[in-house]
C-alpha cells in the first residue's frame, strides 16, 4: 500500500505543478521554457510509470490514469506554449571594448531605451558608464 500511495501523493503533486504553472505570469521565454521542460520530465515519468501498472487504474469511466496523465501533460504544454509565444528571450551580448550601459543599448537596439533595462538585469556592473570589455551581459532578444 505504501507505494500506491507514494504514486498518487507523486501525480497529486505532478497535478498541483500544472495548475500552478497555468496560473503563474512569466516574465520572459527562458522561463517558461524551463517549467515546459520540468512539467515534460515529470509528466513523462508518471505516464511511464502508469503503463507499467499490472492492472491499469481507472479513474472514472473508460479513462485511465495513465489516459488521464496524458490528457494533463499534453494540455499543460500546449497551454505554456501558446502563452509564451509573446514572451522575451534572454541572450548574451558580450561588449568588445569598455562602455556605457546607454552605448551599449544603442548597439544593440538603435536607441538608449533599454539602458535602465540592461544594468537591471545585469547585477555585476557597479558604474553604468564603464561596463568592462569581455564581460558577457544578459539582454533582451527583441528579435
Not at 548574451?92 to 546607454?102: E, Y
Not at 543599448?105 to 536607441?111: D, E, P, R
Not at 553604468?128 to 533582451?140: E, K, S, T
Amino acid at each position: 500500500h505504501c507505494t500506491a500511495i507514494q504514486s498518487l501523493c507523486q501525480r497529486l503533486a505532478f497535478c498541483a505543478l500544472v495548475q500552478a504553472a497555468s496560473m503563474t505570469a512569466y516574465a520572459n521565454y527562458d522561463m517558461a521554457l524551463l517549467v515546459r521542460q520540468a512539467i515534460q520530465r515529470h509528466g513523462r515519468r508518471l505516464i511511464y510509470e502508469a503503463s507499467l501498472e499490472p492492472s491499469p487504474a481507472h479513474i472514472g469511466g473508460d479513462m485511465s490514469v495513465h489516459d488521464a496523465l496524458m490528457a494533463t501533460l499534453t494540455a499543460a504544454l500546449t497551454h505554456l506554449h501558446a502563452e509564451s509565444l509573446d514572451l522575451a528571450r534572454l541572450t548574451t551580448f558580450t561588449p568588445m571594448a569598455d562602455d556605457s550601459i546607454w552605448s551599449i543599448s544603442y548597439q544593440l537596439y538603435g536607441n538608449t531605451d533599454s539602458a535602465d533595462e540592461i544594468w537591471a538585469m545585469n547585477p555585476h556592473i557597479t558604474n553604468p558608464l564603464l561596463v568592462p570589455a569581455g564581460v558577457a551581459l544578459r539582454v533582451v532578444d527583441h528579435g
